[in-house]
């Protein structure tokens, strides 16, 4: 199995500020990599796919880049909204993997 | 408007067969667009993928639950469900039905469904 390590696991940011959440693969998955945030009692919401495809109505203050092995999400400005915890999920082979997850918290 | 549902029996006993079905209104799972998922989350911890099913019945498993899992689809009513055999206390999560866009990115999920297995 492609192992997923996110880092950092929690991280303090204030409103405003830039965040950037890392995603390594244990082995090169091209693009194939997915970011979905997801808040306490509720489904994941997928934010990136393809590593740098917007999925349709989230804010453009997300972003995703990287390929091969090291990948990254950005939040521009973080919003009240944003604090929660993401997840990067590999689609390249089975089975899909996901990271352990990034708790964004309010400092 | 694409929603999903999960629905199950409640608590399972250990050794039992967890079974959930997966309701799909405002789309149809025979869409050649998509494939059908399951995935599950221990209280506390992270998501698990579990496997996923296309509307021609090919079904993709991941290799630790295969033994015991079977997904399956009824067109008919318009769901996808789950059977995983042998449950114990490890099984105990919220599972989640997604649709996968791409055969990969859940863009809609179910609200999800807590299975407790105890005796």
């Known amino acids: 199995d492609i192992q997923m390590t996110q880092s950092p696991s929690t991280l303090s940011a204030s409103v405003g500020d830039r965040v950037t959440i890392t995603c390594r693969a244990s082995?090169?998955?091209?693009?194939?990599l997915a970011w979905y945030q997801q808040k306490p009692g509720k489904a994941p919401k997928l934010l990136i796919y393809?590593?740098?495809s917007l999925e349709s109505g989230v804010p453009s203050r997300f972003s995703g880049s990287g390929s091969g092995t090291e990948f990254t999400l950005t939040i521009s400005s973080v919003q009240p909204d944003d604090f929660a915890t993401y997840y990067c999920q590999q689609c390249n082979s089975y089975p899909w993997t996901f990271g352990q997850g990034t708790k964004v918290e309010i400092k | 408007q694409v929603q999903l549902q999960e629905s199950g029996p409640g608590p399972v006993k250990p050794s039992e067969t967890l079974s959930l079905t997966c309701t799909v209104s405002?789309?149809?799972?025979?869409?050649?667009?998509?494939?059908w998922g399951w995935i599950r989350q221990p209280p506390g911890k992270g998501l698990e993928w579990i496997g996923s099913?296309?509307?021609?019945?090919?079904?993709f498993y991941t290799p630790s639950l295969k033994s015991r899992l079977t997904i399956s689809m009824d067109t008919s009513k318009n769901q996808f469900s789950l059977n995983l055999s042998s449950v114990t206390a490890a099984d105990t999560a919220v599972y989640y039905c997604?649709?996968?866009?791409?055969?990969?990115?859940?863009?809609?999920w179910g609200q999800g469904t807590l299975v407790t297995v105890s005796s």
């Open positions: 393809d590593a740098s």
């Open positions: 405002g789309g149809s799972i025979s869409s050649s667009s998509y494939y």
């Open positions: 997604a649709r996968l866009k791409a055969g990969k990115w859940g863009d809609y």
């Open positions: 099913i296309y509307y021609s019945g090919s079904t």
């Open positions: 082995q090169s998955i091209s693009s194939w």
